[in-house]
């Protein structure tokens, strides 16, 4: 997901009506970092987990049906068969809410790209409380002592004043979004991003001295504003909902077989499914809270192969697997790049 955004951003940056970069690097950079760690994360935590879980559960009848090998064809016990239940249920849940987050993203991001005048805008707020919020924005921003800030941080300041102004100039001239003309709904939108992402690194700035109370304002004040782009149209939430459900009906069985029984060289356990199920589900229910995308596949398997290393060491991975996946990870994201930034491109002239 990370690749196709990736590349619709750059592609849309080589357009005559491009100015600047199209892609927010640093945020780039964030989701990457989160991307990388979030497979360490599950394959450590699930390790912890199975090491305490042993422990607790040593020489005790719970740990031998936990910690052997399922019998086939012979369904485990009630209660572990609700363990297994819930800890599914969670994973699913955290699957459908990052990826969800995911696909939005990149639907809205080619709308806006291809059909930016229809799409640039949400159309359905009501506008009123935006001079007021914009007004309070300028006033807080008049009053940063710039001199103490450094050379960048001056220069994001005095680009936000400006594009402020623009945007005080444009609500205090109109009754409806319908009023602003098409052409501008877009330069519009690039302002409200561009205001909203450089007044987020100068309330990190230390040397920034605002008092806790203008802080707030500017905060929610900022919230206000990016109502304006901040948004999805119920039809798109309801498509990428089908989507997934469509997408995991006919994919499920060829990935539920390489986690579960390609990965290590030993039939996974009980213990070794829910902690991997656990470690997942909250990892990327955390990633979720966060608003940082992560991969359900590469952090779930990461925990099968935690599991594995936790029951019998690294030589309980089966390293054929392991290395295709990893050449997998790798190979994904210039390839998504590249044949998303060139459908965008081939959409884009011909529409």
Known sequence: MLGSILGVGLAYSFLPEASGAAVNWSKAEEIGISLLVSPLFGFSMTIVLMFLLRSFTKKSEMGELLFKEPKKNQPPPWWIRGILLLTCTSVSIAHGANDGQKGVGLAML??????????????????????????????????VDSTVLSKSQQEKLAV???????????????????????????EIRKDVMLVSRN???LLEDEDLRLSE??????????EDIKQLTDYAPTWVLLM???????????GWKRIVKTIGEKIGKEHLTYAQGASSELVAASTIGVSSYLGLPVSTTHVLSSGIAGSMVASKGIKNLQQDTVRNILIAWLLT?????IVSGGLFLLFRYLF
């Open 110 to 143: 080619v709308l806006i790209g291809i059909v930016p005048t229809y799409f640039a805008l949400n159309d359905d707020i009501d506008i009123s409380r935006l001079p007021s919020s914009v007004t309070i924005v300028e006033q807080v921003l008049s009053a």
């Open 160 to 186: 936000s004043i400006t594009k402020n102004a623009h945007l005080k100039h444009m609500f205090d001239s109109i009754q409806t979004l319908s009023d602003i003309p098409r052409k501008e709904k877009f």
């Open 199 to 201: 007044v987020a690194k």
């Open 213 to 222: 109370n203008d802080r707030k304002k500017l905060t929610a004040s900022i």
């Open 240 to 250: 990428i909902s089908l989507s997934l459900g469509i997408g995991t009906m006919i």
């Open 333 to 337: 994201l210039p390839v998504v790049m």
